[in-house]
C-alpha cells in the first residue's frame, strides 16, 4: 500500500481550507459530506448520498396529461445517473464504441462541452454502456469508466486537467461488469472502488496515493460516515462490504457477503450507527450493528433484494426495488428494526427510485415515472407519466423542481414540476 506523498498532504490541506464539512449525527456512525449549494445534485444519490431529495418546492399531484417534458436530449446508451451543479447537468453515454461525458445546461438541455473517447460499449446480458455517475466537487468533474479511464475536468470549460487509467497504473483487474462506482472526493483525493478496497488518487495531479489489492471490485458506490471518531468510507467489493479509512485505504472492518458472480451493486445505507445491506441473486439483506467496532448481525432475509438499485430509507422502513432487475424488480417496504417485510407491491416495477418529502418517486423498467406516498401498509398512487418507451434501471432525479429521468438506451428527459413556471 502506498504511503501519503507530500503533494497529497498538500492536497488535503488545500482542500480542507477550500471546502467544509456538513456533519450529521446518527448515533454511533455520522454521515459527512462536502461542501454543496443546497439547490445542488453533486454526486451520486445527492448531497446526502442517501437517495433523497430536500426539495418541498415540487408539484407532486399531476394532472392527466402528465407535467410538461421541456426538453429531451439523446445521449447514448448507458446507465450513468446525472449530477447537477450551478446550473450544469453532468452525465455518460456511449455511441458506437465511443464514451462521451456530456455536461449540458440543466434548465435547457443545451449542450455546454463535451468529451469523447474510444470505450467499448461491451455489452455483457445487458445493454453496456457507462454505469457510473460523474461527481462534481470544488469546480472539478470526476468521470469513471467501466475500464478504468478516471479523468478530471475542469467542470465549466470541460478543461481537462489530468487523465488515468486506474486499471493501467495499479494492474488491478477489470471486473465482470466493469467499474461501476462512481467517484468519492475528500480531503484532496479522489477515490474509486478499483480492486478488492479501493484505489485513491490526488485530485491535484491524479497521482497515486494508496491502493489495494488485485482483486475484483464490487459495483456499489461509497457510503461516508464518522465511526470512533474518524472518517470512513463503505462500499462493496466482489465478495465483502469493506470499510476503509479514506486518508489512507487502511481497511477498517469487513463484512464477508457472497453473491453469485461477485455482484454487490447497491449502496448501503448507515442509520443510527447500524448498518444496512441488501444484494441479489437470492444473498438478501442483513443489518448490522458494532461491537468493539467490529460488525454484528443484528438480523438477515431473503424477502428483500437489492440487485442493482439501492434503497431509500424513511421514517423507520427500508423502500426498493426487490428482486431480479431481468424479470421486473417489485416496490417493497422493509421495517428496518427488525427486517420485516411489510409488503411487496407485485404491480409496481421499479427500475429506479429516489424520495423526496413523504413521497417515493419512481421509474419503471420501462420508463412509466410514478409519485407514491407510501406507508407501512402500501403505496398510494399520487401522479404518473410515461416519459419513454425503453429499458430503464436508472435512479430518477429532482433538482431545482425537476426531474431527469434517464433510459438505457440513450433518452435523457427534463420534466418540470415546479409549482411555479
Same mark, same amino acid.
Given at each position: 500500500?502506498?504511503? @501519503?506523498?507530500?503533494?497529497? *498532504? ?6 480542507? &481550507? ?24 453533486? @454526486? ?27 426538453? /429531451? ?10 449530477? +447537477? ?22 434548465? $435547457?438541455?443545451?449542450?455546454?462541452? @463535451? ?5 467499448? &460499449? ?12 460523474? $461527481? ?10 467501466? =475500464?478504468?479511464?478516471? =479523468?478530471?475536468? !475542469? ?16 494492474? +488491478? /483487474? ?42 475484483? #471490485? ?11 471518531? !474518524?472518517?470512513?468510507? +463503505? ?12 486518508? $489512507? ?6 463484512? /464477508? ?68 432487475? #431481468? ?12 427486517? !420485516? ?19 417515493? +418517486? ?8 410514478? *409519485? ?9 398512487? *399520487? ?19 425537476? &426531474? ?10 427534463? *420534466? ?6
Amino acid at each position: 500500500m502506498f504511503g @501519503r506523498s507530500l503533494i497529497g *498532504v498538500a492536497a488535503r490541506l488545500s482542500y480542507r &481550507i477550500l471546502g467544509f464539512y456538513l456533519v450529521v449525527v446518527t448515533g454511533g456512525c455520522t454521515l459527512f459530506c462536502g461542501a454543496a449549494s443546497a439547490a445542488d445534485w453533486p @454526486r451520486f444519490r445527492g448531497p446526502g448520498n442517501d437517495g433523497v431529495s430536500k426539495e418541498t418546492d415540487w408539484n407532486a399531484n399531476w394532472d392527466v396529461d402528465g407535467p410538461p417534458i421541456v426538453w /429531451r436530449s439523446e445521449i447514448g446508451t448507458g446507465y450513468s445517473s446525472v449530477v +447537477i451543479a450551478n446550473g450544469r447537468l453532468y452525465t455518460l453515454g456511449n455511441d458506437d464504441n465511443v464514451e462521451t461525458v456530456y455536461c449540458l445546461d440543466a434548465e $435547457t438541455g443545451q449542450e455546454r462541452w @463535451r468529451h469523447s473517447y474510444e470505450c467499448a &460499449i461491451d455489452a455483457n446480458e445487458f445493454q453496456g454502456g457507462p454505469t457510473s455517475t460523474p $461527481t462534481v466537487d470544488q469546480g472539478s468533474v470526476f468521470t469513471l469508466s467501466r =475500464f478504468g479511464d478516471l =479523468f478530471c475536468f !475542469e467542470a465549466e470549460s470541460g478543461e481537462i486537467r489530468w487523465k488515468v487509467n486506474v486499471a493501467d497504473v495499479t494492474s +488491478i /483487474r477489470i471486473p465482470g461488469w466493469g467499474f461501476s462506482g462512481s467517484p468519492w472526493v475528500t480531503n484532496g483525493l479522489v477515490i474509486v472502488n478499483v480492486g478488492d478496497s479501493g484505489v485513491a488518487l490526488s485530485v491535484i495531479d491524479g497521482s497515486l496515493a494508496w491502493t489495494s489489492q488485485d482483486k475484483d #471490485s464490487g459495483y456499489s458506490s461509497f457510503v461516508p460516515f464518522v465511526q470512533d471518531g !474518524e472518517e470512513r468510507l +463503505i462500499f462493496g467489493s466482489a465478495r465483502s462490504y469493506v470499510c476503509i479509512d479514506p486518508l $489512507t485505504g487502511t481497511e477498517r472492518w469487513r463484512q /464477508r457477503w457472497l453473491t453469485t458472480f461477485g455482484c454487490n451493486a447497491a449502496n448501503p445505507i448507515v442509520v443510527d450507527g447500524q448498518v444496512f445491506l441488501s444484494s441479489g441473486y437470492n444473498r438478501g439483506s442483513a443489518l448490522l450493528t458494532f461491537k468493539n467496532g467490529e460488525p454484528v448481525l443484528v438480523w438477515k432475509t431473503k424477502d428483500f433484494q437489492n440487485q442493482l438499485t439501492s434503497s431509500v430509507y424513511l421514517d423507520g422502513l427500508v423502500y426498493g426495488a426487490s428482486g431480479s432487475a #431481468s424479470v421486473g424488480a417489485t416496490l417493497a417496504c422493509l421495517r428496518l428494526i427488525d427486517g !420485516e417485510v411489510l409488503w411487496n407491491a407485485e404491480d409496481e416495477r421499479v427500475g429506479g427510485l429516489t424520495a423526496a418529502g413523504k413521497y417515493l +418517486i419512481t421509474i419503471s423498467d420501462d420508463g412509466l415515472l410514478k *409519485v407514491l406516498e407510501p406507508d407501512q401498509a402500501s403505496p398510494k398512487l *399520487v401522479s404518473q407519466c410515461q416519459v419513454f418507451e425503453e429499458q430503464c434501471w436508472t435512479m430518477p432525479v429532482l433538482c431545482n423542481g425537476r &426531474i431527469y429521468c434517464r433510459g438505457a438506451a440513450g433518452t435523457l428527459v427534463c *420534466v418540470d414540476v415546479r409549482t411555479t413556471n
